[in-house]
């Protein structure tokens, strides 16, 4: 009955550290992000802006919106850098054009009946 009390605080505690080490890994892998920002980089703000940097300074990053049209933003609001998206359609279209071959007569007839 004396080890109870004592196992019970320690079963709360351990999964209260590992979640504050996660998330300290993580806000230290967003400043890095963030401090590796570079001019021509497409990013997303946290409220979902999408934007190109055009500028950067200290604390705030100019981000291109829409044709000449530049708004300035804190660094921490840059949420993530988006991936090229050349590469991105590319993989979009090879998984289309499989797809599209998959699809045997017997369904496709099914498909089209089914109106």
């Known amino acids: 009955m004396d080890f109870l009390f004592p196992l019970l605080i320690l079963a709360l505690l351990v999964p209260m550290f590992f979640g504050i080490r996660k998330q300290k890994r993580e806000a230290e892998k967003v400043a890095s992000m963030q401090e590796s920002l570079k ?3 497409q990013v997303v703000t946290t ?3 999408y934007g190109t ?3 950067l300074d200290e604390t705030t990053v100019d981000l291109e919106i829409a ?3 530049v708004t300035t933003w804190l660094r921490q609001a840059i949420r993530e850098v988006r991936a090229d998206e050349s590469v991105v359609e590319e993989t979009a279209a090879t998984d289309t ?3 599209a071959v998959e699809e ?3 369904q496709t007839e099914t498909r089209l009946t089914k109106d």
């Open 53 to 55: 940097v055009v500028d």
């Open 104 to 106: 045997s007569a017997e």
């Open 67 to 69: 044709e000449e049209v």
């Open 97 to 99: 054009a499989a797809d």
């Open 47 to 49: 409220s979902g802006l």
């Open 39 to 41: 001019v021509g980089d």
